[in-house]
């Protein structure tokens, strides 16, 4: 699945302090293989280069406070 800037997702990434947190799509940038990596925003921070496959579309309870 791939993702947007905006979209609302759950990291997946047992080697980040953002592991199973709920944070927004802000930036999208493809590689020279012409895959996909994305910056990340969560509350408390941001993730730079998160690959496509650790991240999740966020269900809307994922996204409340």
């Not at 980040?16 to 493809?30: F, I, L, R, W």
């Not at 996909?36 to 999740?56: I, R």
């Amino acid at each position: 699945m791939t993702f947007e800037e905006g979209d609302q997702v759950v990291l997946h990434d047992e080697h980040s302090e953002y592991d199973g947190q709920a944070g927004e799509v802000t930036q999208v940038m493809e590689n020279m293989f012409g895959s996909a990596t994305y910056t990340v925003s969560f509350e408390e921070g941001q993730e730079k280069g998160v690959a496509e496959d650790m991240l999740a579309a966020a269900d809307a309870d994922e996204t409340e406070e």
